[in-house]
């Protein structure tokens, strides 16, 4: 059961113009929505969060809003640069209740790729 | 400079063979975690490790073995019992409040 979905495996967009990645989740239970970056033959790297109560975060062209009614976060990157093409991955995480463990789930990528 | 660090980059094993793949720490962080990326998948929780000596088995911990023996290390062991063990590594580690991962470059293991 797939509780953190991304069902676009890819994305073109122009150089220039915002790219909005989705990604959809099941469990309420979530504390942090986070996106990571991720290159070829690299480790992914964290580009941004948001916690559960909030409804939008923004860094420098990366902002990203939460819809906690429709179980829905969306990553806006605007202008889309080159460097930007990588594959994104939208993560949740939560800490257990009464203790002090946590985890984290991944949903599958979305591979973005900045055209000219 | 602080990091993670994963050794070796690349991989290769004969069936039947057991492996182990490195992966230090020196951002002092408390919970370290090893994932795995096969093409067109996301990341999947191998092993995790809040602490020192402690260990929880991921989502698919079946044919790995881990410990955490201190803080800034924690090797994984692909056994011979994973079926399918040709994959991209992934090593990580974080302070354990918000979610936020570092990291490794990775390793790629490939079975002959």
């Known amino acids: 059961d797939q509780q953190v979905k991304q069902n676009s495996p890819s994305l073109s967009v122009q150089e220039g113009r915002i790219s909005i990645l989705n990604c959809d989740y099941t469990n309420s239970m979530f504390d942090y929505f986070l996106w990571y970056k991720k290159y070829p033959a690299e480790g992914p790297t964290f580009l941004i969060s948001?916690?559960?109560?909030?409804d939008k975060n923004e860094d420098g062209r990366f902002t990203v809003f939460l819809n906690k009614s429709a179980k829905h976060l969306s990553l806006h990157i605007v202008p889309s640069q080159p460097g930007d093409s990588a594959v994104y991955f939208c993560?949740?995480?939560?800490?257990?209740?009464?203790?002090?463990?946590?985890?984290?789930?991944f949903g599958s990528g979305t591979r973005l790729s900045i055209r000219p | 400079d602080g990091g993670i660090t994963q050794s070796p980059k690349y991989l290769f094993r004969k069936e039947g063979q057991n492996v182990t793949l490195s992966c230090e720490q020196n951002l002092n962080h408390d919970a370290m975690y090893w994932y795995r990326q096969d093409p067109g998948q996301g990341l999947r929780l191998i092993y995790y490790s809040q602490i020192v000596n402690d260990f929880q088995k991921g989502d698919i911990a079946e044919g790995y073995s881990v410990s955490r023996e201190k803080k800034e290390s924690f090797p994984l062991t692909v056994t011979s019992a994973q079926k399918n063990p040709t994959a991209f590594y992934l090593c990580?580690?974080?302070?354990?409040?918000?979610?936020?991962?570092?990291f490794g470059e990775g390793s790629r293991l490939t079975v002959l």
């Open positions: 990580a580690s974080s302070i354990g409040n918000t979610g936020e991962l570092f």
């Open positions: 993560a949740a995480w939560w800490a257990f209740v009464g203790s002090s463990a946590s985890k984290i789930i």
């Open positions: 948001i916690s559960s109560i909030k």
